[in-house]
């Protein structure tokens, strides 16, 4: 499972950045896939998930109440490529974002094994 991140990098509050995380080494199409984020000094927190062909819901999105409104993950199978479009971006939106595999929650994530190397954003003036 091979899991790279990118799009990350500097934005004004107000600003928008679309994160890519290209999928290798597994059947992506099949697979929840989900967005986690780390501040400095802070636990990961949940971002974003999205179903994949296995469930009955397929490619349905659900996101943190923190993020609801503002970030639209979305997929695209043929290509093993998953996405986060961020908009009306916050200082507290700063953070190392990550893609992993599986499905997540506010209270429950994938294993650290099922996640990329990460994406730093930077919100700031």
């Known amino acids: 499972v091979q899991l790279v991140e990118s799009g990350g990098g500097l934005a004004r509050p107000g600003g928008s950045l679309t994160l890519t995380c290209a999928a290798s080494?597994?059947?992506?199409?099949?697979?929840?896939m989900t967005w986690i984020r780390q501040a400095p000094g802070k636990g990961p927190e949940w971002v974003s998930s999205?179903?994949?062909?296995?469930?009955?819901?397929?490619?349905?999105?659900s996101y943190a109440d923190s993020v609801k409104g503002r970030f639209t993950v979305y997929r695209d199978n043929p290509k093993s490529t998953l996405y986060l479009q961020m908009a009306s971006l916050k200082p507290d939106d700063t953070a190392t974002y990550y893609c992993?595999?599986?499905?997540?929650?506010?209270?429950?994530?994938?294993?650290?094994?099922?996640w990329g190397q990460g994406t730093q954003v930077t919100v700031s003036p």
């Open positions: 992993a595999r599986g499905r997540g929650s506010h209270s429950n994530l994938p294993s650290r094994g099922e």
């Open positions: 080494g597994f059947s992506f199409r099949f697979y929840d």
């Open positions: 999205i179903t994949g062909l296995v469930d009955a819901d397929q490619n349905a999105p």
